[in-house]
């Protein structure tokens, strides 16, 4: 069952890193097509600026949990690598505590100020894009990285020292 879970968490993560993909490319396209437009016939598109910043949004936290899961995101070794490996699982073990509680706090927070845009019909100036579900990428990105962190960590407390060290996949 943990192994199906595992496997699970695996493909979402991928799926949300390929749509985070494709909003980065549709964003660029967007900035691009509009740009021209602005120079050639005058007339930018009008809704671009906003749905542009959207797509970023959904870049940023569709690959967040790619990043976690291929361990790449930025680490602060500098001092961490000089010590011995007990050290070292210790220093990632309370990494590994502070990103959660950080996760739980975003989540939660991020989560009501989602609800409350849901619940007021919140919509961008220019074009009138509903707001919410795209906010609601949010908690659920760092959901998945929580979820992914849980992982890692669970792995190094039952002994495997190379995922709670860095070395997921």
């Not at 890193?17 to 437009?37: D, H, R, T």
């Not at 010590?83 to 959660?100: E, K, N, S």
């Not at 961008?124 to 509903?130: E, F, I, N, P, R």
Request: proline residues 3%.
């Amino acid at each position: 069952m943990a192994l199906l879970l595992s496997k699970t968490l695996d493909r979402v993560t991928h799926a949300l890193f390929f749509i985070g993909v494709c909003a980065g490319i549709l964003m660029a396209l967007m900035i691009l097509s509009s740009a021209l437009l602005r120079y050639l016939a005058g007339a930018p598109l009008s809704f671009s600026d906003e749905l542009a910043g959207l797509l970023f949004v959904t870049l940023a936290f569709t690959t967040f949990p790619e990043v976690m899961l291929r361990s790449e995101h930025i680490k602060l070794s500098v001092l961490t690598d000089r010590f011995g490996p007990v050290l070292q699982r210790v220093c990632r073990f309370a990494a590994a505590i502070i990103f959660i509680t950080f996760a739980v706090v975003f989540i939660y927070e991020s989560w009501n100020f989602t609800d409350f845009s849901r619940q007021i019909s919140s919509r961008t100036d220019v074009s009138g894009l509903l707001l919410w579900p795209w906010m609601a990428l949010m908690p659920a990105s760092l959901g998945l990285c929580l979820l992914i962190e849980l992982r890692v960590l669970f792995r190094g407390l039952r002994g495997d020292w190379a995922g709670l060290m860095g070395g997921e996949q």
